[in-house]
């Protein structure tokens, strides 16, 4: 009976990556803008993920010590939780990339089709007003 919930959260595990990915490719296949807005998008990736470069760091440490005092304070037979510590550390390292890539490919896009949108609508707004005045 235990086995099945193994089972079920890989297999929940891979039909959320999945769904991770889909989205990932459907954002990435949006126009990114012109020129302009992809540099500043461009900009915003390389600092967010230098802000991620260097909070991994500090977290290095700290995720490190972590590991080894489980190793150590737990009994043999659980010194193993200190390297799953590790591995659900580097999991969440993985997420946290992948999330912050996506957002940031997001963002551009995101202020491209708005940026559209308030074009048009200004665009209906004048051209009523300009047939109001005929």
Same mark, same amino acid.
């Given at each position: 009976?235990?086995?099945?919930?193994?089972?079920?959260?890989?297999?929940? %595990?891979?039909?959320?990556?999945? &769904?991770?990915?889909?989205?990932?490719?459907?954002?990435?296949?949006?126009?990114?803008?012109?020129? *302009?807005?992809?540099?500043?998008?461009? *900009? +915003?990736?390389?600092?967010? $993920? %230098? &802000?991620?470069?260097?909070?991994?760091?500090? @977290?290095?440490? &700290? /995720?490190?010590?972590?590991?080894?005092? @489980? *190793?150590?304070?737990?009994?043999?037979? @659980?010194? &193993?939780?200190?390297?799953?510590?590790?591995?659900?550390?580097?999991?969440?390292?993985? %997420?946290?990339?992948?999330? $912050?890539? +996506?957002? /940031?490919? !997001?963002? /551009?896009? /995101?202020?491209?089709?708005?940026?559209?949108?308030? %074009?048009?609508?200004? !665009?209906?707004?004048?051209?009523?007003?300009?047939?109001?005045?005929?």
């Amino acid at each position: 009976m235990d086995e099945i919930w193994v089972y079920s959260a890989i297999g929940a %595990a891979i039909i959320a990556l999945l &769904f991770a990915l889909a989205k990932s490719v459907w954002i990435k296949k949006q126009d990114p803008g012109d020129e *302009a807005l992809q540099e500043i998008g461009r *900009a +915003v990736r390389e600092g967010a $993920m %230098a &802000f991620l470069r260097r909070e991994y760091q500090v @977290l290095a440490i &700290f /995720t490190i010590v972590v590991a080894i005092l @489980l *190793a150590l304070i737990n009994q043999p037979e @659980l010194r &193993f939780v200190g390297v799953s510590f590790l591995f659900g550390a580097f999991c969440s390292v993985l %997420a946290g990339n992948f999330g $912050m890539r +996506v957002a /940031t490919n !997001a963002n /551009t896009r /995101t202020a491209n089709k708005r940026a559209k949108r308030v %074009a048009a609508r200004i !665009a209906r707004r004048i051209f009523r007003r300009v047939g109001d005045g005929t």
